[in-house]
Nanobody, 120 residues
């Protein structure tokens, strides 16, 4: 089992920044992927970003490319999502996920989520 705990959400004004963290514990895997999904009010869950643990290769949804940056700290088993230039459309519950392949992130291990609210 892998346990994921997100933190760093909150209320921010449009144009501001937040950094989310996801700490992994339990049975972690060095060759897998960790990523972020989000679900806004009245919207379907969507992929945001992912990182390959071993190489650091990163992947982004078009809607966040250039504004969000995903990174990892191997020593802390933690993934970060730096979010800049936030806008109202970024308001959502953000979930951390982990899986052996990027294609199975949405069905892998999940955290409880952290709320991000962007005020206009």
């Amino acid at each position: 089992q892998v346990q994921l705990v997100e933190s760093g959400g909150g209320l921010v004004q449009a144009g501001g920044s937040l950094r989310l963290s996801c700490a992994a514990s339990g049975r972690t895997f060095s060759s897998g992927y960790m990523g972020w999904f989000r679900q806004g009010p009245g919207k379907e869950r969507e992929f945001v970003s992912a990182i390959r643990w071993s190489t650091g290769s990163t992947y982004y949804a078009d809607s966040v490319k250039g504004r969000f940056t995903i990174s990892r700290d191997n020593t802390k088993n933690t993934v970060y999502l730096q979010m800049n230039f936030l806008n109202h459309e970024d308001t959502a519950v953000y979930y951390c996920a982990a899986a052996r392949t990027i294609g199975t992130l949405d069905s892998g291990y999940w955290g409880q989520g952290t709320q991000v609210t962007v005020s206009s």
